[in-house]
């Protein structure tokens, strides 16, 4: 019995420790990160044109796994969407959680009628990786990389 509380003991203190360290992993996210789009195509085969797109990612709080951010960009964009539908700039609230690994960001919009989902993968700790998507009406698919300045 005093072995398996033992192992219990020593199990629980690893798990604490590796669990705060894992949360410590991620650099601390808070700045300006420029973003640079490599690729977003819509269902309907239309695609954004990379050289148009200015767009930024910026983390406002980073705290534990939580990130909160705001999305801006602007763009050239004549009936993508649906050929009616266009939008040349946006700004949305952003809502981030950081993998416990610390090199892994999901996010989401908040207060947005889009539904845009993200996944970030960290390749240092000035720049990411971003895939992302919508569904519905106005699918869409997208690669990019972000540079914090």
Same mark, same amino acid.
């Given at each position: /019995?005093?072995?398996? =509380?033992?192992?219990?003991?020593?199990?629980?203190?690893?798990?604490?420790?590796?669990?705060?360290?894992?949360?410590?992993?991620?650099?601390?996210?808070?700045?300006?990160?420029?973003?640079?789009?490599?690729?977003?195509v819509f269902t309907n085969g239309?695609?954004?044109?990379?050289?148009?797109?200015?767009?930024?990612?910026?983390?406002?709080?980073?705290?534990?796994?939580?990130?909160?951010?705001?999305?801006?960009?602007?763009?050239? /964009?004549?009936?993508?969407?649906?050929?009616? /539908?266009?939008?040349?700039?946006?700004?949305?609230?952003?809502?981030?959680?950081?993998?416990?690994?610390?090199?892994?960001?999901?996010?989401?919009? $908040?207060?947005?009628?889009?539904?845009?989902?993200?996944?970030? $993968?960290l390749i240092s700790p000035n720049?990411?990786?971003?895939?992302?998507?919508?569904?519905?009406?106005?699918?869409w698919v997208s690669r990019s $990389?972000?540079? =914090? $300045?």
């Amino acid at each position: /019995m005093t072995i398996i =509380r033992t192992a219990l003991t020593v199990l629980s203190v690893w798990l604490v420790t590796a669990t705060a360290w894992a949360q410590d992993a991620a650099p601390n996210l808070v700045g300006v990160w420029d973003v640079e789009l490599d690729e977003l195509v819509f269902t309907n085969g239309n695609r954004f044109d990379a050289h148009t797109y200015i767009a930024t990612l910026t983390i406002t709080e980073h705290v534990g796994g939580v990130v909160h951010a705001l999305y801006s960009f602007t763009t050239e /964009m004549e009936g993508l969407h649906d050929g009616v /539908m266009e939008v040349s700039a946006r700004d949305a609230e952003v809502l981030g959680i950081v993998s416990l690994s610390g090199d892994e960001i999901i996010f989401i919009n $908040r207060n947005e009628a889009d539904e845009a989902v993200s996944h970030a $993968r960290l390749i240092s700790p000035n720049e990411m990786e971003i895939m992302g998507y919508e569904l519905g009406e106005h699918a869409w698919v997208s690669r990019s $990389r972000a540079v =914090r $300045r």
